[in-house]
């Protein structure tokens, strides 16, 4: 099956400071998904990364995918406690329109931020 | 991106029995994903629904356990039959129009 390794398993932090979540994938991505999750719900889309050195932000979360495409991380800057939740990775090694389409998840960062 | 509607958000059911789980997509899509995620662990795809054929299920997983039917391009339902409490699980589906979007989930507890 496909590795997708996924760390810090969990993480707690106080309010304000800096994180660091990485997905580290054993082949080569077509493309690298990272999600949220909120206690036993669905999961939240936060960035899609399909090609090799690219880096995308949104609002205080930025994530990157290595040159070599088989490493991701996401970065939080000045956490704040709306940012708790589980953090999923999820890896395409497919391509999308492939019949066989779908995403290897990475067993998740559990976050929580304190005040 | 799709909006996915799926129900019912939970259900607690007693062992032996069976429960059908719903997702409504608003727009047409060609495959719906399934994914099952057990307490603490990831997700892990149940099957894959194309419309107009038998669903394709992976490894581990069989259609007497988790019949799925797809009458249409917008919607699909995935049975949990014959439960045991180690199916207590959160079960999602999933479709691709630019990237995969999820439903919100049915957190499923057997006792």
């Known amino acids: 099956s496909q590795e997708l390794e996924q760390s810090p398993q969990s993480l707690i932090v106080q309010e304000g400071k800096n994180l660091t979540i990485n997905c580290t994938s054993s082949k080569t991505l077509y493309g690298l998904y990272w999600y949220k999750q909120k206690y036993g719900e669905g999961l939240i889309f936060l960035m899609m990364l399909q090609k090799g050195g690219e880096e995308k932000s949104h609002e205080k979360i930025t994530a990157k995918l290595d040159e070599k495409k088989q490493q991701s991380s996401l970065h939080i800057t000045a956490s704040q406690p709306s940012h708790a939740g589980i953090y999923l990775c999820g890896a395409d090694i497919w391509g999308r329109g492939s019949t066989l389409g779908r995403l290897y998840f990475g067993r998740g960062t559990q976050l929580t931020v304190w005040p | 991106s799709a909006v996915i509607s799926q129900k019912p958000s939970r259900d607690i059911c007693q062992r032996g029995t069976s429960l059908t789980i719903q997702c409504q997509v608003d727009?047409?899509?060609?495959?719906m994903f399934w994914y099952r995620q057990q307490p603490g662990q990831s997700l892990t795809l149940i099957a894959t629904a194309n419309q107009g054929s038998e669903a394709t299920y992976e490894s581990g997983f069989v259609i007497d356990k988790f019949p799925i039917s797809r009458p249409n391009l917008t919607f699909s339902t995935l049975t949990v039959s014959n439960m045991s409490p180690e199916d207590s699980s959160i079960y999602l589906c999933s479709v691709d129009t630019g990237y995969y979007t999820f439903g919100s989930g049915t957190r499923l507890t057997v006792v």
């Open positions: 727009s047409q899509v060609t495959m």
